[in-house]
Nanobody
Framework: QVQLVESGGGLVQAGGSLRLSCAASGSILSIITMGWYRQVAGKQRELVAVITSGGSTNYADSVKGRFVISRDGAENTANLQMNSLKPEDTGLYYC?????????????????WGEGTLVTVSS
């Protein structure tokens, strides 16, 4: 099993910055991607940013140029630096780990989620 622990959420004024961190632990075999997703009440969870094991990144259009995702492979952590925050960035941010592992000797893709950390941006 894999556990994800998020930290760094909080309340910030518009224009401010926050840094989210996600620490993965447990039986991690081979990470494909780590990422951050955001969910607000009444809406589906949406991708914010993702980083592959090779360091390639992808961002939601709404955060490009403001957010930066990074990963420490040795520590199995993923960080999200959020700058120039806007009220519409408010939401519950979830860390995701997407890996390939072995179950009964056969490869299997697994997804793990953290419990979420709340980000509130006031106007």
């Amino acid at each position: 099993q894999v556990q994800l622990v998020e930290s760094g959420g909080g309340l910030v004024q518009a224009g401010g910055s926050l840094r989210l961190s996600c620490a993965a632990s447990g039986s991690i075999l081979s990470i494909i991607t780590m990422g951050w997703y955001r969910q607000v009440a009444g809406k589906q969870r949406e991708l914010v940013a993702v980083i592959t094991s090779g360091g390639s990144t992808n961002y939601a259009d709404s955060v490009k140029g403001r957010f930066v995702i990074s990963r420490d492979g040795a520590e199995n952590t993923a960080n999200l630096q959020m700058n120039s925050l806007k009220p519409e960035d408010t939401g519950l941010y979830y860390c995701n780990l997407h890996e390939i592992t072995a179950v009964a000797g056969k490869p299997k893709i697994m997804d793990y989620w953290g419990e979420g950390t709340l980000v509130t941006v006031s106007s």
